[in-house]
């Protein structure tokens, strides 16, 4: 029954003169989000308000699922709307709305009515008093609860007049693209897809690089990984996913250095790289899905080691979360599944028996001196060869 929806944003309502730009931020997320979905959509803003209405045939959940993706969204609002022909007319209409929606009429209810179009003939008070009467009337099961009704009937009185009730939660967060972009190095793991869909959240555009070094990780886990951007993208949009093969820095590493700093100097090379590449595709930081203390290499000692051969912010949101706590936002925004497939990811084929917890930071920089003789040669190799994949 429902062919229209009210979109309400939390934050964005507060930012002030800039707020419009966030709207509109907003507003053209929503429409690409809708534009997969079959159907056509009108996307209108009016006085602190977004509606989108569809016209004609389209799939409700479908459209709402696509909704429930879009930053900057705090709760969709399925709704209906009617021409002004009349209060009694207005009557009958949420009479039949309440009928339609609720089935069970043994509920608490409020009506909660906005005028906007001031030259309508009753004020907000008695069309909450005369809709209510009318609707007690109508199902004697109903009763008032002004305080915390079970259902809170809103009637937007404007052009045209806009009933809802229900409001489905929306991700919320910000628009994506308000906040600049990062880049995201993005692992076949559990936690780098949660870690980039949290700093989405905050209104940042994604992309990402993943460090492939085939054939000790195979193509599976590379397509794991595409998977997993996919996943993700359909909260932030596109992203483009740079894949980087790692294989022969790892040898080199391997060959040059001692095995228990192997971890620490590899991922100093995929921070170094990653930087790089986020320089060049104006990135404004790094993300990593990086939490202290669960492996070796994200002990504090560690996390300076990594830390220290980039300039740009290192953005870590889950840096004090516990696992549990991790793997219940990967199930939440569906990554989980796809994550805990078993395809070696490049530092597990590597890991040494025992990888150093304290590593001290001068000794790492004097082991990488073992690499001058190559390592550059190889990173700029490794650049070159830099395989692009736009994932949508
Ligand atoms: P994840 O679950 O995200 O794979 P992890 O627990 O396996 O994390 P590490 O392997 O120590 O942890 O990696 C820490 C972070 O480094 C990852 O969250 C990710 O951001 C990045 N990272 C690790 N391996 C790769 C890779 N092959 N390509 C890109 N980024 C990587
Ligand atoms: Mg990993």
């Avoid at 009557?91 to 030259?119: E, G, I, L, Q």
């Avoid at 990653?274 to 404004?284: G, K, M, N």
């Avoid at 993300?287 to 300076?304: H, P």
């Avoid at 889950?318 to 530092?347: N, R």
Wanted: charge should be negative; glycine fraction near 6%.
């Amino acid at each position: 029954m429902f062919t229209a929806f009210l979109i309400k944003y939390a934050e964005i309502g507060i930012k002030g003169r800039n707020r419009y730009l966030f709207e509109d931020a907003l507003i053209h997320q929503m429409k690409f989000a809708l534009k997969k979905c079959e159907g056509r959509f009108l996307i209108s803003k009016t006085q602190g308000r977004i509606f989108v209405e569809a016209e004609g045939e389209f799939d409700y959940d479908e459209a709402v699922g696509r909704l429930q993706h879009v930053f900057g969204i705090s709760g969709i609002c399925p709704m209906i709307y009617v021409e002004d022909e009349g209060f009694e007319k207005l009557c009958d209409t949420v009479v039949k709305y309440m009928d339609d929606v609720y089935p069970d009429k043994n509920k608490t209810f409020k009506v909660n009515c906005r005028r906007a179009k001031k030259s309508y003939p009753k004020d907000s008070m008695e069309v909450n008093a005369d809709l209510g009467e009318a609707l007690l009337k109508a199902y004697p099961g109903l009763r008032v609860d002004v305080h915390q009704p079970e259902i809170l009937l809103n009637v937007e009185i404007r052009e045209k007049i806009y009933i809802y009730s229900e409001i489905i939660p929306g991700p919320g967060g910000m628009p994506v693209g308000t906040g600049g972009k990062a880049m995201l190095l993005l692992s076949g793991g559990i936690d780098s897809p949660v870690a980039g869909y949290m700093i989405a959240k905050r209104g940042v555009k994604i992309d990402a690089v993943y460090f492939h070094a085939p054939p000790y990780t195979s193509e599976r886990a590379r397509q794991k990984v595409v998977d997993l951007a996919r996943l993700v993208s359909r909260y932030t949009g596109p992203i483009y996913l740079h894949v980087i093969n790692f294989t022969d820095i790892q040898l080199y590493i391997y060959e040059k250095c001692p095995h228990e700093e192997l971890t620490i100097i590899m991922r100093r090379y995929m921070m170094r790289i990653a930087e790089h590449i986020a320089r060049e595709t104006e990135c404004l930081g790094l993300i990593t899905g990086e939490s202290i203390g669960q492996v070796a290499s994200q002990t504090m000692s560690s996390l300076i080691a990594t830390n220290e051969v980039c300039e740009l912010p290192v953005y870590r949101p889950l840096i004090g979360f516990d696992k549990e706590e991790i793997v219940a936002v990967a199930k939440k925004i569906d990554t989980f599944e796809t994550s805990i497939q078993p395809f070696e990811d490049c530092c597990t084929i590597f890991v040494a028996k025992h990888p150093v917890t304290k590593p001290n930071v001068n000794i790492i920089r004097r082991h990488e001196h073992n690499l001058d003789e190559k390592i550059e040669a190889l990173v700029k190799t490794a650049l070159e060869k830099d395989e692009l994949i736009i994932v949508e």
